[in-house]
Structures are given as C-alpha cells and as structure tokens.
C-alpha cells in the first residue's frame, strides 16, 4: 500500500448530507496530497499488486518465460472505496511463446490514476531463457515503450487560477529483467522494468514523481501432502521517493484448483488472498486492510480492494 496509509484519519462528519460540499472537500484533500502535504519529499501512486506471486510479470517481464506457450493477465486494484478520486491501477500483459527460440514477446499496459492525475504506460518486452542445469534456466528481458502524464487540475476548479494549468507529457521509458527459474517449482528474479530519460509528471518538489523503481521477485512451490502445495512468494521493491517496500505472503493450495492465503506488507498492511484455477484460466481477489485503522468516514473505507485475472494457453492450472 502507497503512503496514503500514513495520512490522519478522517473523522466522521456530517459532510455527507450535501453531497456537493462533500465533494469540494474531499477534491481539495486529494490534490493536497497529490502536490506534496511534505514538499520536502515528493510522493508516488506506484502501488504494488498484492497478487504479485500469481502476476509477476507485472514488476518483471522475464518471468514471461514461466508460461512458455504464452498467457494474458490483467488485475485491478481500488483502494480507499467510496472516495471519489481515490488510488486506482490497472494493469495488462499478453505475451506468446516463441518455443523453438525458448523466448517470449508480449506487450505490457499499465495506467496508475489518482484524483485527476493518470500515469499510462505502454512497452513492448522480448524474453530468452538459456538452459544451466538439467531443469533449471536463467531468463533476461528488454522492454521499451512510452510513459504518458496527464493531470486535468482545471477540471477541479476552472475559475481558480491554481487549478487552471493542465499538465501532459510524455517520455521514452526502458527496462530490463532477469530471473533464475525451475518451471513450477521456483523462480527468482530483479528487474527495473520503468526507466524513463525524463522527469514525467514532475518538476521541482511540487508533484508526484514517477521515480524509477527496483524490484526483487521470489516465490517457491513446496508439496506439503499427496494434493496440497504451499507457495511463498516476497516481493522488494526500492525507489529513491518510497525507500524499501517488503511484502510476503504464503497461499496454500488444494489440488492446484484453490488457493488460500495471507499476506502482509512492512507497512503494518495485511491481506487476504483467494485464487481460483479451472482448465488454464485463474481467477484471484485480494482484501488488504491495516490492522487498527478506523473507516474514513460512514461511507469511505480505508481497506483496498483486487482482482486479477489470467488465463495460460497451455491449459495448465499454473501456481506460480
């Protein structure tokens, strides 16, 4: 979860009996966040997925090689419910299996929104394993694509000058990944899959900062009986704005079909993690929540919620 969580709580107020009223505050506080309550230290609205063991090509292309016949991924995230405005992500990969090469090619979507600000990201990646032992593979990846920021302030206020000047770029972006993998026992991969040449969506101290951000991806499968598997998973990632971001999680599965898990984030987050698979195709939701925090108010909730939804041209119920 992004930094929002250290925000002060909200206390209930009767602002909901004019929704137009409501609606004024709360744009107000969310583009207080949005230009920095710290100018001292910009923010970012990167928020890693809590599914990241089932979707880890979405911090690393190259484990795109795990599917080796190609597969389609999509999650969304929602945080802050009932806040108009709040933390969004959406992201997207597709990619084919280019067997005879032992390679992958697939593309790479990815839209990061938060009151009126969007951050879209569109690559295109290519993936090559090389074989080290009799099971086990190195993979590296190359992406390449464009980081688009759009931010429409004037639809806030169109009358404050404050608000009147719209704010949209664009910029190259480049990234890399490498992973050492056994196909569905374990995987473990870095990656900087967002380098991009300028300062999208930033400038000074006054706004976010799409920062370039490292990720270090693992996860193992463990049999624990004759139809149940345990699959840990961590995922660390580090940028210069948000430092380093831990989360673990362990799901256990029933005969590859169900999965059931718990995750937690060094934040103090937690959530919990549901995962469906039926003929190739893979269905998850997750619930993550910070132990102790009240709601924001009668009709907002602090909780976050994802769904994420896949399917593997193989036919195969993957649990990594």
Not at 14 to 22: G, I, T, Y
Request: with cysteine; proline share 4%; glycine share 12%.
């Amino acid at each position: 979860m992004s930094k929002f969580n250290s925000l002060p709580e909200l206390k209930e107020t009767n602002l909901f009996v004019c929704p137009n009223v409501c609606n004024l505050v709360f744009k107000t506080l969310l583009l207080l966040i949005i230009i920095g309550v710290s100018p001292a230290k910009a923010q970012t609205i990167f928020l890693n997925h809590a599914h990241y063991g089932s979707y880890g090509v979405s911090a690393n292309p190259a484990l795109s090689l795990l599917s080796t016949k190609g597969s389609l991924s999509f999650t969304g995230r929602q945080q802050w419910v009932g806040l108009d405005g709040a933390p969004r992500v959406f992201w997207g990969s597709g990619h084919i299996g280019l067997e005879r090469l032992g390679a992958t090619a697939g593309v790479h979507l990815r839209q990061d929104r938060v009151g009126v600000e969007r951050h879209t990201e569109a690559s295109l990646f290519f993936a090559k394993s090389v074989r080290i032992s009799e099971r086990d593979y190195i993979g590296l990846s190359m992406n390449a694509g464009l980081a688009h920021y759009d931010a429409r302030y004037s639809s806030l206020d169109g009358t404050d000058p404050s608000f009147r000047d719209d704010v949209l770029e664009s910029d190259a972006l480049l990234g890399f990944g490498a992973v050492i993998y056994r196909p569905d026992v374990y995987y473990a991969g870095i990656s900087m899959p967002r380098f991009t040449m300028g300062g999208v969506g930033a400038f000074g101290d006054t706004r976010y900062n799409f920062q370039n951000r490292y990720y270090f991806t693992g996860a193992i499968v463990l049999p624990i009986g004759e139809e149940l598997h345990v699959r840990p998973s961590v995922l660390v990632s580090y940028s210069a704005d948000m430092g380093t971001q831990l989360d673990g999680s362990a799901m256990v599965f029933v005969k590859q079909l169900v999965g059931l898990g718990l995750g937690a984030r060094s934040q103090g987050d937690l959530s919990g993690l549901l995962r469906l698979n039926f003929s190739g195709f893979g269905i998850g939701y997750s619930y993550q929540f910070k132990p102790g925090n009240q709601p924001l108010n009668r009709q907002i909730n602090n909780s976050t919620h994802e769904i994420g939804l896949s399917y593997d041209f193989s036919g195969r119920n993957r649990m990594l």
